[in-house]
């Protein structure tokens, strides 16, 4: 089924999600939602993919989920660090430092050709008509289990029984071991953080010229020279 097609249950889908905040109030007004807009989503249970301590769950969304990095330590240490010292996770830049479309690409997973070819825990990646990434989701038992936004809940659905700004249209992608992608996830930030420290430096050239009139090639010969190498 093609998500245009049931683009009036995706609309009424966003409404919930916006108007309602609790799992419980979302998980009430889907239901009345059942009567004019029959659909399979249901409330999905944290606990059956990830051990965690009792009542101890660290903020997470959608990506994270889907890749296996609720519990992972750095991730939580980064998505601490780069709201508060660098700004709003919305705030152009941002996502970044937390995972991602950007950390999606560095992956590199195998891409599969459709949803009937991913076997259990394989992702599927929403993109809007321009091809950016919205939104992530797991496959299990031929169905999608995903986050709803930050703060909202846990669903398992079928693939376009989605709110309707997440895009309309889906890539899958072949899973990888939880270790690998961790690791993976530790060499992006010291890429990130190396990339970061290039640009640093070359502001610092740029203030330290002012008046020299340098040109551009100038002064990224002279903050390549001080940019340390292999972070």
Known sequence: MCP???????????????VFQTPNEQAAALEELRATHPHSIQLATLERFCELPTGQ??????????????????RIAAWRFAPRNIGPVKRLGIEDAL?????????????????QSCVDHDLVVYCDKFGNVQHAGK??????????????SLWQHELWEVPSSYGT???????????RV?????????????????FTTLVSVMAESKGKNLTAEELLRLAAERTPRGL
């Open 182 to 198: 961790r690791s993976r996830w530790l060499d992006y930030l010291r890429n990130l953080a190396q990339r970061v420290s290039g």
């Open 57 to 74: 769950v660290p903020k997470y969304d959608c990506f994270t989920f889907a890749l296996d990095l609720i519990d992972c330590q750095e």
């Open 99 to 115: 995972p991602g479309s950007s950390f999606l690409q560095f992956l590199c997973l195998p891409e599969q050709s459709s949803l």
């Open 169 to 179: 249209s889906a890539r899958f992608y072949s899973h990888s071991t939880m270790e």
């Open 4 to 18: 245009n097609t049931m683009l009036s249950l995706r609309n009424e889908i966003d409404r919930v999600i916006q």
């Open 139 to 152: 496959i299990v038992e031929a169905s999608i289990v995903s986050k709803w936004g930050m703060k909202g």
